[in-house]
């Protein structure tokens, strides 16, 4: 079996042991897990189990045995020891809480995808109940406000080609684009597609907030070749470019904003923070965030940026379109 096979497999046997308080037979595993059923016998699945059970503990995941039963020699069963799993209380200090929290912008708890899911369903037709609060920590994704990301991380991942309508920066006109993906990465606070460019015959980098819906494959997964030498930042680098840095002012209510003044080099009560920032949008969307806890003084793009995004999150709710105009201004 391949390495990442074999991961796979670990990976939804520690989430099956998880994601209940109780005992998990081996035959409740044994369906509550897809890779088991390539055992074509009970005893290549026995073989199966124990050399993952060994391999679990070696890697330091605190797997015990115990039964439910506490008058009858039942069988045994197994979960993992959440007390040596769990991280202890842990103390920080305001400064580095304020990073924990720009970066949950970045890594939020993933709901849990493909076989994974599929354990969770098996263990509740099992008669077992999950408990997906143990999961947290096991399986991080990327969010990110790019409707493109998801497709276009999904057809890099199965070496998809794909065609999608891309809007130009230099014309603003939008073209039909067909392209080998490569790799997806961030560069000045922007996500981009690297990739060959097959109209073009040559490699291409792609603003994801530039994509239009509507992404489609054009081929098989495992399709596309990608360069062994691939530098994907640096060819991102080399076209993309640097918004120049500017100076936001933004008023601040209460205790919100904790990564503003941090970054804005601020005391912790400050209610008004002066932060340097280069691109417009993802400012906008940490200061829209914090909902009537902030409001733009100064740039005017800025502050327009941040009222855009609040009309589209009552439209998309249903709500009149009209944000109250001391939303966003400082008044």
């Known amino acids: 079996m391949a390495p990442a096979q074999r991961t796979e497999r670990l990976l939804n046997l520690v989430i099956a042991l998880l994601s209940t308080r109780r005992w998990l037979r081996k035959e409740q595993i044994r369906q509550a897990v897809p890779q088991y059923s390539e055992a074509t016998s009970d005893e290549a699945f026995d073989r199966m189990f124990e050399r993952d059970k060994e391999e679990l503990r070696d890697l330091g995941v605190p797997l015990v ?24 209380a842990i103390d920080v200090t305001p400064e580095e809480l304020a990073v924990l929290g720009l970066a949950s912008r970045v890594w939020q708890q993933a ?30 994704r990327v969010r ?15 070496r998809a080609p794909v065609a999608f309508r891309y809007r130009t920066g230099r014309t603003g006109e939008t073209a039909r684009r067909r392209v080998e993906p490569w790799a997806i990465t961030s560069c000045y606070g922007r996500w981009y597609l690297v990739g060959h460019d097959l109209d073009r015959g040559a490699p291409r980098v792609f603003r994801l907030d530039r994509v239009s819906p509507g992404i489609t494959r054009t081929g098989e ?54 932060v340097a920032f280069a691109d417009v949008d993802e400012l906008a969307q940490e200061v829209a965030a914090l909902g009537a806890d902030a409001r733009v003084l100064d740039p005017p793009d800025l502050r327009e940026a941040v009222l855009d995004l609040w009309r589209g999150v009552l439209s998309a709710h249903g709500a009149a379109e009209d944000v109250p105009a001391a939303a966003g201004t400082g008044r």
């Open 65 to 88: 045995t115990g039964t439910d039963a506490a008058w009858f020699d039942d069988e045994a069963g197994y979960r993992v020891d959440r007390d040596a799993w769990e991280l202890p």
């Open 111 to 140: 709901s849990l995808a493909g076989p994974a899911s599929r354990a969770l369903v098996k263990l509740r037709a099992l008669g077992v109940e999950p408990d997906e609060s143990s999961l947290v920590g096991v399986e991080p």
């Open 144 to 158: 990110t406000s790019e409707p493109a990301f998801s497709p276009l991380y999904a057809a890099t991942r199965d």
């Open 221 to 274: 997964p495992a399709g596309v070749p990608v360069p062994a030498d691939l530098d994907a930042r640096a060819l991102v680098r080399g076209r993309a470019v640097a918004p120049a840095e500017r100076s936001a002012r933004v008023r601040l209510l209460g205790a919100a904003g904790a990564g503003l003044r941090l970054r804005a080099g601020a005391p912790a009560d400050a209610q008004e923070v002066e």
